[in-house]
């Protein structure tokens, strides 16, 4: 099984765009669909970003994907930050044993 | 509107079993599997497994094996987790969510104390 590594935490100023990485351990990140989730305080995660770079409809198109094989890592990326993104973000990929696999997940404050 | 509720939060002693519930409301069930995802205090998410209720299949992670039983209920569209022989390290909040995970249920609080 290979691990997804996020950064344990990440903070930017509203309206800034703000980047959560997301690296694989081992084996190509462009192997396996990743998806973003969001988590508020106190709620259930709700899926962002779908197949490394879809949105799912009523998510802002704030909120981007996309995978990078050089660094074999996947990205998260918010512009126009604003207060309500304030959240836990985790990624996510399949393994090919039949395993779903989370990142460690990503605190964003927005200062 | 397809929600996925799931039943209320448990208090359990060390070495006894919980089981609890995910109905799907307000659309097919049948067509999709189920995942139950956990989340410990603080901590990060954490896939259980999953099951497909249309063929009674599941699919445990190697570290619940043997401790952990997914089943379903087509005639009420409901799944079930029910995991044994608890730990105070199962102290978690526990999660259904549908097939590619664009549904989630609230979550149910599960606190294991003596």
């Known amino acids: 099984n290979f691990m997804l590594t996020q950064p344990h935490s990440v903070s930017e100023a509203p309206g800034k765009t703000v980047s959560i990485s997301c690296t694989r351990s081992s084996g190509s990140i462009a192997s396996n669909y990743v998806q973003w989730y969001q988590q508020r305080p106190g709620s259930a995660p709700t899926n962002i970003i779908y197949e490394d770079n879809q949105r799912p409809s009523g998510v802002p198109d704030r909120f981007s994907g996309s995978i990078d094989s050089s660094s074999n890592s996947a990205s998260l990326t918010i512009s126009g930050l604003r207060t309500e993104d304030e959240a836990d973000y985790y990624c996510q990929s399949f393994d090919d044993n039949n395993l779903w696999l989370f990142g460690g997940g990503t605190k964003l404050t927005v200062l | 509107q397809v929600q996925l509720v799931q039943s209320g939060a448990e208090v359990k002693k060390p070495g006894s079993s919980v089981k609890v519930s995910c109905k799907a409301s307000?659309?097919?069930?049948?067509?999709?599997?189920f995942s139950w995802v956990r989340q410990a205090p603080g901590q990060g998410l954490e896939w259980m497994g999953a099951i497909i209720p249309s063929v009674g299949v599941s699919n445990y992670v190697s570290k619940f094996q043997g401790r952990v039983v997914f089943t379903a209920d087509r005639s009420t569209s409901t799944v079930y987790m029910e995991l044994k022989s608890l730990k105070s390290e199962d102290t978690a909040i526990y999660f259904c969510?549908?097939?590619?995970?664009?549904?989630w249920g609230q979550g149910t609080r599960v606190t294991v104390s003596s």
């Open positions: 969510a549908r097939d590619r995970f664009d549904l």
């Open positions: 307000g659309g097919t069930f049948n067509d999709f599997s």
